[in-house]
């Protein structure tokens, strides 16, 4: 995880996503954030959002 952190987008990206979508009227349940978030695109459109959510968790080293 610590590489995807060093390789990863700028936090300001990620803020800027944050404030996005917390003040987004209509939010969606998945928001992107920076040109790395930008390679889910197809699989979100193809796979289910478990799958794509167990394929993220996998990626980080994340539990679960």
Same mark, same amino acid.
């Given at each position: 995880?610590?590489?995807?952190? *060093?390789? +990863?987008?700028?936090? +300001?990206?990620?803020?800027?996503? !944050?404030?996005?979508? $917390? =003040?987004?009227?209509?939010?969606? #349940? *998945?928001? =992107?954030?920076?040109? @790395?978030? +930008? *390679? =889910?695109? !197809?699989? &979100? *459109? @193809?796979? #289910?959002? $478990?799958? @794509?959510?167990? &394929? !993220? &968790? &996998?990626?980080?080293? @994340?539990?679960?």
């Amino acid at each position: 995880m610590a590489e995807a952190v *060093r390789n +990863g987008d700028a936090p +300001g990206v990620v803020a800027q996503a !944050i404030v996005a979508a $917390a =003040t987004d009227p209509k939010p969606k #349940p *998945r928001h =992107t954030a920076g040109p @790395l978030a +930008g *390679r =889910t695109r !197809i699989p &979100r *459109r @193809l796979a #289910p959002a $478990a799958v @794509l959510d167990q &394929r !993220i &968790r &996998r990626m980080n080293q @994340l539990a679960g």
